[in-house]
C-alpha cells in the first residue's frame, strides 16, 4: 500500500508542484490549505507524512506541530516543515516541537523527494 501524505501550504503553486510531483513518486497525496484543515484531515486518516508550512491561516504550523505531537495517536505520523522562515531560531523551534526535518524554500525537488523518502523509510 502507498504512502500517504499530507501537503498543508496555502500557497496554490506549492501545492500543485508538490502535489503532482509526489502523485508521481507514487504516494497518496491530500491538501490542506490551513492549520485547522490539516489537523481535521490527520484526525479524520493520519498520514505516514505531513509536509508543514509554518505560516498558515487559522492555526500555524508550529502550532498543528504542537498538536500532532501531544496526541499518542498520531506518533508514528512523520512531520517535515516546509518553509520560507529559514533563520536558526525558527528551525530550532521547528525541531524542538517535534519536527522530523526542516526545508526552506525555495527548494531543489530532487532533494525534497530525497528527504520525504527518507522519512518514510523507517
Not at 12 to 26: K, M, T, Y
Not at 44 to 59: A, C, E, S, Y
Amino acid at each position: 500500500m502507498s504512502k500517504r501524505v499530507l501537503i498543508a501550504d496555502d500557497e496554490p503553486n506549492i501545492v500543485i508542484s508538490l502535489e503532482f510531483l509526489l502523485q508521481q513518486e507514487g504516494y497518496q497525496v491530500e491538501v490542506a490549505h490551513d492549520g485547522q484543515e490539516a489537523l481535521d484531515a490527520i484526525e479524520r486518516q493520519p498520514p505516514d507524512l505531513v509536509l508543514l508550512d509554518i505560516m498558515l491561516p487559522r492555526l500555524s504550523g508550529f502550532d498543528v506541530c504542537q498538536r500532532i505531537r501531544a496526541n499518542p495517536d498520531w506518533s508514528k505520523v512523520r512531520v517535515v516543515m516546509l518553509t520560507a522562515k529559514g533563520r536558526e531560531v525558527e528551525v530550532s523551534k521547528g525541531l524542538a516541537l517535534g519536527a522530523d526535518d526542516y526545508i526552506t524554500k525555495p527548494f531543489a525537488t530532487k532533494e525534497l523527494l530525497a528527504r520525504v523518502r527518507d522519512q518514510l523509510a523507517g
